[in-house]
C-alpha cells in the first residue's frame, strides 16, 4: 500500500514539476518505480519471513516427532501419537500456508506492476498503450491489495 502512495505522491510530482514530461511518461516512470520498489520489498520481507517460518516448521517438526515417539515407546494409547502427528501437521501446515500467502501477494504485486510498467513506451499515447496489460495489471494489483488488506485487517478483529 505504501508503494501505491508513493508511486502517486511521484507521478503527481513528475507530472506538476517535471516540466515537459507527460501524463504517459509519468505514468510509465510511476508503474517502473512500483516494479522495482516491490521486488525490493518482496526481498527485504522474504528476509525476514522465511527463517521464522522455518523456526516454525523445524520446532512443530521437531514436538511432533518427540510427541509420536514418547507415545509410541509408551506403548499406552494411540491418540499420543495422533496428537504429536497433528501437532506436527497443522504447525507446519501453518507455517507454509503463511509462505504460500506471502508468495501470491507478493507475486500479484510484482506481476500486475510489471504489466503497467510495459504497457507502452514514453512516446506513445494512453491510446496506443497495450490495454490488455493494462486491464490485468490494474486488476492484479487490486487483488493484491484487497488480499493483503482483507488479511491485516482479519487479524485487527477480535
Request: contains cysteine; proline residues 1%; charged residues 10%.
Amino acid at each position: 500500500m505504501l508503494g501505491l502512495v508513493l508511486a502517486l505522491l511521484y507521478i503527481g510530482w513528475k507530472f506538476v514539476f517535471g516540466g515537459d514530461m507527460t501524463t504517459e511518461v509519468s505514468f510509465l516512470n510511476a508503474s517502473n518505480f512500483l516494479y522495482y520498489w516491490y521486488w525490493v520489498w518482496t526481498i527485504v520481507q522474504a528476509v525476514m519471513i522465511t527463517p521464522l517460518l522455518l523456526a516454525a516448521m523445524g520446532i512443530s517438526t521437531v514436538s511432533g516427532a518427540v510427541g509420536a515417539s514418547s507415545a509410541a515407546s509408551k506403548r499406552k494409547n494411540i491418540s499420543g501419537m495422533l496428537g504429536g502427528l497433528a501437532g506436527f501437521a497443522f504447525g507446519s501446515g501453518a507455517s507454509f500456508l503463511v509462505l504460500i500467502f506471502f508468495c501470491i501477494y507478493s507475486a500479484l504485486f510484482i506481476v500486475g506492476s510489471y504489466l503497467l510498467a510495459t504497457a507502452g513506451t514514453p512516446d506513445m499515447t494512453f491510446g496506443d498503450f497495450n490495454v490488455q496489460k493494462l486491464i490485468f495489471g490494474g486488476i492484479m494489483l487490486l487483488i493484491g491489495v484487497i488480499l493483503k488488506r482483507s488479511k491485516s485487517s482479519s487479524s485487527d478483529k477480535k
